[in-house]
């Protein structure tokens, strides 16, 4: 198809960089998966690579690469300082290119973010995120380090890479020399904005030479730092031009610090919420700037590019969740991607828990040798009983195999829990995941009867049954539950309820959270642009380094209390990258948490507890039951007393600790043994 066909032209814009022509507009960018300190990572980091080449990504950035052991994100984390270990880099960078891909590794010095006690910075200042405390670089080891990036940026060059990227955002050592915040330093690497910007100039200058022209070199430069005293917009300015002298090809948008407690990714943030920074700096350079962050699909990135914001896209998750994403823009078929609904679940959190990466919608990412896609071979009738994740995912996998599939579905739509998850504030995107599942439902064939409560008759004589019936509300046993102002939060969230001003949730779970948000927020606009921006104090003006401005979190009009009876924090089980963003959101609405009580009763006063060896009336209009799960098993039971066999997958099989990303994995595996 040319690029005329499709219905994104800017996105499929050829991007000429005199040497070498990126087929079009679309980096993939750079993530670290886990695989880099696997036994047998670089075949599965190949095979990995190689499949968002083969989906038509226009260049590839791999996960950070330290340039040195002191550079290590944490102990024993991939390094690349001497050619020993170039084999396992040929792997990708040959798999790449025989799949007509471009790859540039990224070159990544954790500075003082390093979880290890080796990390370096240029001042003795610990970070707030971190416990180790940086050693401070000696002037000798600064030009060592310098060395070090030139040396790896070479071996990448020999490894077969097509350039590099180097890591000058997010709060790393290069970006540590460039704020004042963290260089303290009086001699030449510090003081002065052209005493602070020399570590990174002499980095991109030493590649460029040592490499010659023939080499791509990105320079991801932090455009906004959302930090104190970071780096101005004259600053920012000031560096990119002097990058783009010094050698870069290519400058890449990095938007805050690690330590920055404004969320830029997750899925709170609007897409292409950060667009307009790289547009600030559009003609300011003459090379081509790559925007980043919340871009998910593709009516979003040619946006982004038809007005003028950026000459080149990054996404990352989105590769993950689908590595043909880019092919699917192409021939016009974007309703069949399987976009990234941003909640770092099954990525970033399993990096933080120094587990492999994978994708809560498509868990053969990253494990793309392990859980190959493979065609059935005989041909199967199956019966799938329920679609909510973990039964649309086994559905569509099946169907995708080969099998003839119906799927029951006692609701009038599919979609499960995710009908309600789609409808907290903030969580809008989980409607693209059911989305996905409807086109890929009609695509495959796959019978779907709505509205339709399977029992054992319906599902007898299928080949294999899969049951799939999910979760219901827990009941509570509290006197006074069956009061009328006492709601489940499917009745609440669903609509089915109007909960009054005061409001006591039973529950703090992810569910107590998600409900609590949804009272606060419903009918506002919070995850619009400009609220999103001045809720959480991003300043478009750039008045102050750094880019913020005191937030202005909006008033809300309902009081509410969440409650657990557990000691400790509530939230304690909410992911470990997101789970923060959840909390702030409830505690500046002035939510009032309490832990370790006791529920007594609840009458028409509200909510009667014993806490803190006291009992006290919680004085509320409405109480909001989100007292977790139970299991589904009605059809399962029929089915055993009838002596009929049947697989059992997602909340059916089992209520605890269930989420979307075990529902939708044991969907898939199921499936594919199947
Ligand atoms: P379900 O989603 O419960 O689906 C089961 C389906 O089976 C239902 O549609 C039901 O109608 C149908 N069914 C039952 N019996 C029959 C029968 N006999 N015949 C036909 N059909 C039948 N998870 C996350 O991972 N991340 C989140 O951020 C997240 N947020 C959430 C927010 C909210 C507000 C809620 C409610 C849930 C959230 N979850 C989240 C949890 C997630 O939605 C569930 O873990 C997931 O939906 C479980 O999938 P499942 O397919 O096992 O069951
Ligand atoms: P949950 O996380 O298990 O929380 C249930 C809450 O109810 C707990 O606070 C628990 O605390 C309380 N509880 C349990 N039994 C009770 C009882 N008999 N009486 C009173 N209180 C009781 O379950 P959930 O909030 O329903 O969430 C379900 C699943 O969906 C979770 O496993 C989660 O992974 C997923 N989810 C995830 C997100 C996310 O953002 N990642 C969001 C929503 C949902 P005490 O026992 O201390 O009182
Ligand atoms: Fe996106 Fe969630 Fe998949 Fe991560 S796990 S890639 S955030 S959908």
Redesign the pocket.
């Known amino acids: 198809m040319h690029t005329t066909d499709t219905v994104f032209p800017h996105l499929f814009r050829p991007l000429d960089l005199g040497y070498i022509t990126l087929r079009n507009r679309v980096l993939m960018g750079s993530m670290h998966t886990g695989l880099e300190e696997e036994h047998d990572g670089f075949q599965r980091m190949a095979a990995y690579y190689a499949m968002r080449a083969e989906g038509g990504a226009g260049l590839i950035v791999t996960g950070g690469v330290a340039p040195n052991r002191s550079g290590w994100v944490a102990p024993f984390s991939i390094r690349l300082a001497d050619s020993s270990q170039l084999g396992g880099h040929r792997l990708i960078t040959e798999a790449v290119h025989e799949r007509g891909g471009a790859i540039c590794l990224q070159i990544l010095h954790a500075g003082r973010y390093g979880y290890h006690p080796l990390c370096v910075a240029p001042s003795k200042l610990r970070a707030p995120i971190n416990r180790f405390s940086p050693w401070v670089l000696s002037p000798r080891r600064i030009k060592r380090t310098i060395d070090d990036f030139v040396r790896c940026a070479d071996l990448a060059r020999e490894a077969g890479y097509d350039g590099v990227e180097v890591m000058g955002s997010e709060g790393y050592l290069i970006n540590e020399f460039i704020a004042a915040k963290t260089n303290r330093r009086s001699d030449e690497w510090g003081g002065s904005f052209a005493n602070r910007i020399r570590f990174p100039r002499a980095i991109v200058q030493g590649i460029r030479e040592r490499v010659g022209e023939r080499f791509i070199i990105i320079y991801r430069l932090s455009m906004l730092d959302l930090i104190d005293k970071g780096s101005s917009w004259e600053e920012v300015v000031e560096l990119a031009a002097a990058i783009e002298e010094d050698g870069a090809t290519l400058i890449n948008t990095g938007i805050g610090w690690h330590e920055a407690r404004v969320p830029t990714i997750a899925t709170v943030v609007p897409r292409a919420c950060f667009a307009w920074v790289t547009r600030r700096l559009m003609g300011s350079v003459a090379i081509p700037l790559i925007t980043s962050n919340r871009i998910n699909m593709p009516e979003v990135a040619e946006k982004i590019l038809a007005d003028g914001c950026a000459d080149m896209i990054s996404m990352a998750r989105p590769f993950l969740a689908d590595p043909f994403w880019v092919k699917k823009a192409r021939e016009n078929r974007a309703d069949e991607i399987n976009t990234c609904i941003a ?1 770092n ?1 099954a990525c970033l959190d399993h990096i933080f828990a120094r587990k492999t990466a994978s994708c ?1 919608v498509n868990p053969r990412a990253c494990h793309e040798t392990i859980r190959p896609f493979v065609r059935a071979g005989r041909p199967k009738r199956i019966a799938v ?8 995912a086994c559905a569509v996998t099946a169907a995708e195999r080969g099998h003839r599939v119906t799927l ?4 009038e739509t ?8 789609r ?2 504030p903030g ?1 809008e995107e ?1 409607e693209e995941t059911l989305r996905y599942y409807r086109v890929q439902l009609a695509r495959l064939g796959v019978d779907v009867r709505t509205s ?4 054992p008759e319906l599902v007898r004589g299928y080949d294999d049954i899969v049951i ?5 509300p827990r009941p509570v046993e509290i006197e006074g539950k069956d009061l009328p102002h006492v709601y489940s ?2 009745e609440v ?1 669903g609509g089915k309820k109007i909960a009054g001003r005061r409001v006591a949730i039973i529950g703090a779970g ?2 107590g959270f ?2 609590s948000t ?1 009272l606060l927020e419903k009918g506002r606009s919070s995850h619009h642009l400009d609220a999103f921006l001045d809720a959480w104090g991003i300043d478009c003006q750039y008045r102050q380094p750094g880019g913020l401005k005191i937030p202005e979190w909006p008033v809300p009009d309902r009081e509410i209390h969440l409650l657990q009876r557990k000691a400790g924090k509530p939230g304690e089980g909410l992911g470990k990258t997101t789970g923060w963003i959840h909390r702030s959101v409830l505690k500046k609405s002035g939510v009032r948490f309490w832990s370790g009580v006791q529920y007594l009763r609840i009458d028409g006063e509200g909510l009667w507890v014993r806490h803190g060896g006291e009992e006290k009336l919680i004085a509320v209009d409405t109480v909001v039951v989100c007292a977790g799960q139970l299991s ?1 098993r ?2 399962a039971a029929d089915l055993e007393r009838a002596g009929v066999g049947f697989h059992l ?4 099989m089992a209520a605890g600790e ?6 939708i994995l044991q ?1 898939t595996e199921l499936a594919d043994r199947l």
């Not at 009983?385 to 649309?392: D, F, H, I, S």
């Not at 029951?408 to 609701?411: D, K, L, N, R």
């Not at 339709?452 to 029992?455: F, S, V, Y």
Request: charged share 15%.
């Open positions: 909640c679940q809560l009983v329920g679609a909510g994740p973990a039964g649309l029951f579905e006692a609701a599919v979609g499960g829990q995710f009908l309600l998850a409808l907290i969580k989980f339709c409560t399977a029992t799939a019936s999910g979760v219901k939060y499917a969230i992810g569910i998600d409900t949804f589904e009605g059809l997958i997602g909340g059916a269930l989420d979307a990303k075990r529902a969907g």
